[in-house]
């Protein structure tokens, strides 16, 4: 499991794979969060990170990301 830094547990770039999907690095990210509060090349850092238990992404993205901020 990540590390938490000062900076958050890991820091990057807000990205949108073919089928949707939000994340960041190895993480999935909350959708609804995303989508409301960020736009795809935002730079964050995660706070919070959890097991995706979703069938249909936990196959690419098994930890989601559900406390994040933009990165300063």
Known sequence: ????TKQGLYQGIIER????NYFCGPY???YQ???AQF???DKISIK???GN?????AADYPQKA???FLAN
Not at 53 to 57: I, V
Request: charged share 40%.
């Open 1 to 4: 499991m990540a590390r938490e």
């Open 17 to 20: 794979d073919e089928k949707g």
């Open 28 to 30: 999935l990210l909350d």
């Open 33 to 35: 969060l995303t989508e």
């Open 39 to 41: 736009k795809l090349g």
């Open 48 to 50: 919070k990170i959890i």
């Open 53 to 57: 238990n979703s069938g249909k992404s």
């Open 66 to 68: 559900i406390k994040f």
